[in-house]
């Protein structure tokens, strides 16, 4: 008969962030078939791929794949899990050799639903002891299965997000429309080029060319409605910045994953690039024609000016990012209302007087907490509602003016902006990390009375 843990568990479709210590499992496989003991260490590492293409971080990437393992009796297992590989060697006892597999990501999609399935397929495992030939098969399924919704609501996702963008940096309702009808452009030109396989570098070139260019055009022509071009710009850097992994790149460096922390940090550092060259080959281009060039000089005044409307704003981002990245219904929601309250509370916490590093890891600690309380209710992984919720936060426009400031001489401003970037996304991965510990704190004791004890995240072997 199933224990407690697992029938509650099973009941209320818990999600990562409370992981059980795994009892022994009710009927552990044998030991000695090699293929029986392979299709378990498959299973643990195609979820592991999920989990990890969807930018969860090593620790709890680790902790899914040795959760499954050790359902099935494979309690005794190395895991090592970098940027793009997962290997896992799994100890048989004295008398038989170690069983070692290895797993390549090759594709990287921001699927929150794909994520959520897996997450529920684990808990299922658990809960029934499901055999691994059916696992596979689940799998598979989940891995096959179209996203949720049609490519033009993802579009639409990320151009209202780019329009929240632009109002939430004290744009108004034109910069809104234009930043929306700009993201629209840029993600349904670069869909095409990546069906053409070009490389995601040079894709972010051409949504910067496209960003720029209306900023361009209303600096040259539409002066006399007194708009601000730059914050087109922003809007669409936003947008390009916004999968990318600044804050999971210092998160893996806290919890002790180096190679994979500087893995997605360089992956950062080009993407931007590759946007900065587009921005910059389009001013260029207009310096050329003799138009009016605009000041990319964004330092967007974030304060309580009007903040209602950045309320708004910021719900809008988050729910439009977690949108984008077709999160199941029930997780919009949960993810727009932790981008509200990252917004107010960072302005909060600035108007008081602390800095953008003090006030985004507020934030960020509000985020974790609500990403630990909110996700079980909305039966989502808490990485959808963290992700989301950070997104208002904007931390990869410093890491854009900072590398703009060094590749046009200005070398003292780029570095200032590239150290705060990083103190920035160190604030935002704590405060996160914080946040979800503080949740994970706040039900322990119902939890250990009900279901035991709790496991903590192991750290990576890197």
Same mark, same amino acid.
């Given at each position: 008969?199933?224990?407690?843990?697992?029938?509650?568990?099973?009941?209320?479709?818990?999600?990562?962030?409370?992981?059980?210590?795994?009892?022994?499992?009710?009927?552990?496989?044998?030991?000695?078939?090699?293929?029986?003991?392979?299709?378990?260490?498959?299973?643990?590492?195609?979820?592991?791929?999920?989990?990890?293409?969807?930018?969860?971080?090593?620790?709890?990437?680790?902790?899914?794949?040795?959760?499954?393992?050790?359902?099935?009796?494979?309690?005794?297992?190395?895991?090592?899990?970098?940027?793009?590989?997962?290997?896992?060697?799994?100890?048989?006892?004295?008398?038989?050799?170690?069983?070692?597999?290895?797993?390549?990501?090759?594709?990287?999609?921001?699927?929150?639903?794909?994520?959520?399935?897996?997450?529920?397929?684990?808990?299922?495992?658990?809960?029934?002891?499901?055999?691994?030939?059916?696992?596979?098969?689940?799998?598979?399924?989940?891995?096959?299965?179209?996203?949720?919704?049609?490519?033009?609501?993802?579009?639409?996702?990320?151009? %209202?997000?780019?329009?929240?963008?632009? #109002?939430?940096?004290?744009?108004?309702?034109?910069?809104?429309?234009?930043?929306?009808?700009?993201?629209?452009?840029?993600?349904?030109?670069?869909?095409?080029?990546?069906?053409?396989?070009?490389?995601?570098?040079?894709?972010?070139?051409?949504?910067?060319?496209?960003?720029?260019?209306?900023?361009?055009?209303?600096?040259?022509?539409?002066?006399? %409605?007194?708009?601000?071009?730059?914050?087109?710009?922003?809007?669409?850097?936003?947008? %390009?910045?916004?999968?990318?992994?600044?804050?999971?790149?210092?998160?893996?460096?806290?919890?002790?994953?180096?190679?994979?922390?500087?893995?997605?940090?360089?992956?950062?550092?080009?993407?931007?690039?590759?946007?900065?060259?587009?921005?910059?080959?389009?001013?260029?281009?207009?310096?050329?024609?003799?138009?009016?060039?605009?000041?990319?000089?964004?330092?967007?005044?974030?304060?309580?000016?009007?903040?209602?409307?950045?309320?708004?704003?910021?719900? #809008?981002?988050?729910?439009?990012?977690?949108?984008?990245?077709?999160?199941?219904?029930?997780?919009?929601?949960?993810?727009?209302?932790?981008?509200?309250?990252?917004?107010?509370?960072? #302005?909060?916490?600035?108007?008081?007087?602390?800095?953008?590093?003090?006030?985004?890891?507020?934030?960020?600690?509000?985020?974790?907490?609500?990403?630990?309380?909110?996700?079980?209710?909305? %039966?989502?992984?808490?990485?959808?509602?963290?992700?989301?919720?950070?997104?208002?936060?904007?931390?990869?426009?410093?890491?854009?003016?900072?590398?703009?400031? #060094?590749?046009?001489?200005?070398?003292?401003?780029?570095?200032?902006?590239?150290?705060?970037?990083?103190?920035?996304?160190?604030?935002?991965?704590?405060?996160?990390?914080?946040?979800?510990?503080?949740?994970?704190?706040?039900?322990?004791?119902?939890?250990?009375?009900?279901?035991?004890?709790?496991?903590?995240?192991?750290?990576?072997?890197?």
């Amino acid at each position: 008969m199933a224990s407690g843990v697992e029938r509650v568990l099973g009941e209320r479709r818990a999600t990562a962030d409370a992981v059980v210590e795994a009892p022994a499992p009710l009927q552990p496989i044998d030991l000695t078939d090699d293929a029986t003991v392979t299709q378990v260490l498959d299973l643990a590492e195609r979820v592991g791929e999920v989990v990890l293409a969807s930018g969860t971080a090593v620790t709890d990437t680790t902790d899914q794949v040795e959760f499954i393992a050790s359902t099935y009796g494979l309690s005794q297992c190395d895991i090592d899990v970098t940027y793009n590989s997962i290997r896992i060697s799994a100890d048989r006892g004295p008398t038989l050799p170690p069983a070692s597999t290895m797993r390549v990501v090759r594709q990287r999609s921001l699927d929150f639903t794909r994520l959520a399935a897996a997450d529920r397929l684990t808990r299922r495992i658990r809960r029934e002891l499901v055999p691994p030939e059916e696992a596979l098969a689940a799998l598979d399924e989940i891995t096959s299965a179209p996203h949720p919704y049609n490519r033009w609501i993802a579009t639409f996702g990320w151009a %209202l997000m780019a329009a929240a963008v632009a #109002l939430l940096l004290n744009g108004g309702l034109l910069i809104a429309a234009l930043s929306f009808a700009t993201t629209t452009l840029i993600d349904r030109t670069n869909r095409r080029l990546n069906r053409r396989g070009l490389p995601f570098f040079f894709q972010h070139m051409v949504g910067g060319m496209i960003a720029a260019l209306p900023a361009v055009l209303v600096s040259s022509y539409f002066s006399h %409605l007194h708009l601000d071009p730059a914050l087109i710009i922003a809007a669409g850097i936003a947008v %390009l910045l916004a999968g990318l992994q600044l804050v999971g790149a210092v998160e893996d460096a806290i919890t002790g994953a180096p190679i994979t922390a500087a893995a997605r940090m360089l992956e950062v550092v080009m993407m931007t690039g590759g946007i900065i060259a587009g921005i910059t080959l389009t001013l260029r281009a207009a310096e050329l024609l003799n138009l009016t060039v605009p000041s990319v000089d964004m330092a967007p005044g974030r304060d309580l000016t009007n903040w209602p409307m950045k309320l708004l704003a910021g719900a #809008l981002t988050s729910l439009a990012f977690a949108l984008a990245c077709y999160a199941e219904k029930r997780a919009l929601a949960a993810a727009a209302f932790s981008g509200a309250a990252a917004t107010i509370f960072y #302005l909060l916490v600035q108007q008081a007087g602390f800095g953008p590093i003090v006030s985004s890891g507020a934030a960020a600690t509000v985020v974790g907490l609500a990403g630990g309380l909110l996700a079980r209710r909305a %039966l989502t992984p808490p990485l959808v509602v963290a992700v989301a919720g950070i997104t208002p936060l904007l931390p990869g426009l410093r890491v854009y003016r900072g590398l703009y400031a #060094l590749l046009n001489d200005e070398q003292l401003i780029g570095i200032n902006q590239l150290f705060s970037a990083f103190a920035v996304g160190c604030a935002l991965a704590a405060g996160v990390t914080l946040g979800e510990w503080i949740a994970r704190d706040l039900r322990r004791p119902r939890i250990v009375k009900r279901f035991g004890s709790i496991r903590r995240p192991r750290m990576s072997s890197q």
